[in-house]
């Protein structure tokens, strides 16, 4: 059975870090080029990070050089570093292995004072 299971999601201000973790299981994750999406509301579900079995990553603009996308693949887990949290990053965040087309159920990121 195939599971991707999101945690670290919370309530912070603005400024501050999170990291979401998503531990898997059920697929061979170490082949899977993995993701981090986020839907906020009113909002269609957009790319945050990716990163390939390899460990090349790549961004969206809006979360260059604040967000950091990681693997473990001893773990079959991957993490995304969140810094300097705005506002505008509310939203779910989901877990992706692309190249299975698996999904996690999702966190929530609420950033506010």
């Known amino acids: 059975q195939v599971q991707l299971v999101e945690s670290g999601g919370g309530l912070v201000q603005p400024g501050g870090s999170l990291r979401l973790s998503c531990a898997t299981s059920?697929?061979?994750?170490?082949?899977?080029?993995m993701a981090w999406y986020r839907q906020a509301p009113g909002k269609q579900r957009e790319l945050v990070a990716r990163?390939?079995?390899?460990?090349?990553?790549n961004y969206a603009d809006s979360v260059k050089g604040r967000f950091t996308i990681s693997r473990d693949n001893a773990k079959s887990t991957v993490y995304l570093q969140m810094n300097s949290l705005k506002p505008e990053d509310t939203a779910v965040y989901y877990c992706?292995?692309?190249?299975?087309?698996?999904w996690g159920q999702g966190t929530q990121v609420t950033v506010s004072s």
């Open positions: 992706n292995a692309i190249t299975t087309g698996f």
């Open positions: 990163i390939t079995s390899g460990g090349s990553t």
């Open positions: 059920g697929i061979i994750f170490r082949i899977n080029t």
